[in-house]
């Protein structure tokens, strides 16, 4: 299956704690939360272009399956990560933030971000 698409979140589970978790101010918190971000995928071979809009903050990264490159990360920092496939998931680490993102069918992803004990998963369905 091809990540490639336009995806719009549909549910989220412990936003609050886990931007709290990674230093977010409070009050960019309150204003996300009930926020639907939109994320648009370009997969081409092993090459990825990934933007996400929330509102009006966007952050597009590209990368190459395998290769070390430079990634923003949710507070705005660049970082350099290396991003691995695993079948249908796209796996990296950044900063100790454990990303899981996942293909579930043809029309879902869920993403799973882990810093800690805390857990965030996100559900977007394509549009």
């Known amino acids: 299956m091809s990540f490639t698409g336009k995806y719009q979140l549909e549910s989220h589970e412990n936003f609050e704690v886990f931007m709290k978790a990674v230093g977010i101010p409070d009050e960019l918190i309150q204003k996300g939360k009930d926020l639907k971000s939109i994320s648009e995928i370009e997969e081409t071979g092993d090459d990825f272009k990934v933007t996400v809009t929330t509102g009006s903050n966007v952050i597009t990264n590209s990368f190459t399956i ?26 990296v680490s950044l900063k100790g933030i454990e990303s899981v993102t996942e293909l579930t069918d043809a029309n879902t992803i869920v993403n799973t971000m882990t810093v800690g004990s805390i857990v965030y998963k996100r559900i977007s369905k394509r549009m």
């Open 66 to 91: 395998g290769k070390e490159t430079e990634l923003q990360t949710l507070t705005g920092e660049k970082v350099k990560g290396v991003v691995v496939r695993d079948g249908n998931k796209l796996k």
